[in-house]
């Protein structure tokens, strides 16, 4: 790791997109705009709007980052690339070393210090695997703020440690659909136990914010505010890549609403801390919600309630149910008209992963990095090993960097679905012990 100066700005990617992304729109005698502009803090729609490029983070957020382990270290993984026998040089940035356990934290507490500022008592979110709710519950301990979390009712099963620990900082966890909303009870019905998704915690969440009005809003990904926030990511690596005197030719890491893609991948392509030539931007998904390579490019809402106003992107349509799969993070069926404008361009690279590949893939940088991915930043792995075998086939000594956005401590239950080899560690045909 390298010291780097601290990152006192956000990045709004917007001004520097090769075109103007798709505005959200009304459904026909629809209000859902003006729903989420009332739910929304006012400083954060404003983020949401700005044609500015960069925002000044402010004190008190930038103290919070810093107690959080901002920033976070870019990893040499030499030993991938040995085992790979590439001449590519692979690095990660390590998003899983916060303790809150992964990069959704840089937003949580932006969101919940403006809440704060404006002053809510409270903010209620969706959550799919729950590591959203997770950063959400722990910022709000942090800015003095109740919180509601509305958790997919099969993650809610499956990850009950991050249940518990949501709970621990203080938050109501509920499981979606529930019984608690219209909109639940609506799509909760005809069905013993319905496995929910992220779209209908959205869809609850966000008529209870409607109804509490002390409440408000925070989304997790998908909307602009969101990505600029998560820009600090890709800042600061563009900065430790060249303290590192390096240039990434393939920047690559893993989508669902595509938070990450943008704050980590987009700083490195757009705006002030860009490098020449742009590298290609890589975005790897899940096979079993596969919206970049499968979706079509088309106007849709974010939540089965039909709650969000209607936003182009690649989308699988409202009513996919995603398969309970262990990549909650991933499981939704459409995503953001940025990610969506770069995507129908075709300037991302996109390709999808099964849950058999991605856990194998995880289970080799554990192995050869000490590092322990997410289920999610494992379709970020996946991606860095066929950049880093293809660099290997054109004997191309370039420069791969990938984002680890979390940490797999607290879903073992999907390494343990896909358990692969489980002896010591031994020699592989290079030499390299693995
Ligand atoms: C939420 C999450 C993702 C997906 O982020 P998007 O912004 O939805 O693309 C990836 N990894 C981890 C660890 C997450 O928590």
């Given at each position: 790791m390298t010291d780097i100066p601290f990152v006192d700005h956000w990045y709004n990617v917007v001004p520097d997109l090769p075109g103007r992304p798709p505005e959200p729109r009304n459904s026909e005698g629809g209000d859902e705009l003006r729903l989420i502009a009332q739910i929304t803090p006012k400083g954060l729609s404003y983020l949401g709007l700005s044609r500015r490029r960069h925002h000044a983070i402010p004190d008190e957020v930038r103290q919070r980052y810093t107690d959080f382990g901002r920033p976070t270290p870019l990893t040499n993984a030499a030993r991938l690339a040995a085992y790979l026998e590439t001449p590519a040089r692979i690095y990660f940035k390590r998003e899983d070393v916060i303790p809150s356990g992964s990069f959704k934290i840089n937003t949580a507490l932006a969101q919940a210090w403006a809440a704060r500022q404006e002053g809510y008592d409270g903010l209620v979110t969706e959550t799919g695997a729950g590591q959203w709710g997770l950063a959400l519950s722990v910022a709000s301990a942090v800015f003095g703020l109740r919180c509601r979390v509305y958790m997919a009712r099969c993650s809610y099963g499956q990850k009950s440690t991050r249940r518990q620990l949501m709970e621990l900082h203080g938050a109501d966890v509920i499981a979606s659909?529930?019984?608690?909303?219209e909109v639940g009870r609506r799509l909760g019905a005809?069905?013993?136990?319905p496995p929910g998704s992220i779209g209908t915690a959205i869809s609850e969440a966000v008529e209870f914010a409607r109804d509490h009005p002390s409440f408000a809003y925070a989304a997790g990904s998908n909307v602009s505010y969101v990505y600029v926030h998560q820009s600090v990511i890709g800042i600061e690596t563009a900065r430790q890549l060249r303290a590192l005197g390096e240039a990434p030719d393939v920047a690559v890491t893993c989508v669902g609403g595509g938070s990450n893609f943008a704050g980590f991948v987009l700083p490195l392509v757009y705006?002030?801390?860009?490098?020449?030539?742009r590298p290609v931007m890589f975005a790897c998904e899940s096979r079993t919600i596969p919206r970049l390579t499968e979706g079509q490019y088309r106007y849709d809402h974010a939540d089965p309630g039909g709650l969000t106003p209607l936003v182009k992107s690649y989308s699988?349509?409202?009513?996919?149910q995603p398969p309970a799969t262990h990549v909650g993070g991933l499981r939704q069926h459409n995503g953001s008209p940025i990610i969506g404008l770069i995507h129908s361009q075709g300037l991302i690279r996109a390709r999808a992963y099964s849950e058999e590949e991605v856990f194998e893939a995880g289970r080799l940088l554990a192995r050869l990095e000490g590092i322990f991915p997410a289920p999610e930043s494992c379709h970020c792995v996946c991606g860095v090993i066929d950049a880093a075998r293809e660099a290997a086939e054109r004997r191309e000594a370039c420069v791969i960097v990938g984002c680890?956005?979390?940490?797999g401590a607290l879903d073992m239950a999907g390494y343990q679905a896909h358990p692969g080899r489980r002896d010591g560690l031994v020699q592989s045909s290079n030499g390299v012990l693995v």
């Open positions: 659909p529930s019984q608690t909303t005809g069905e013993p136990d705006g002030d801390d860009a490098f020449e030539p699988l349509g409202q009513s996919f680890i956005s979390g940490a």
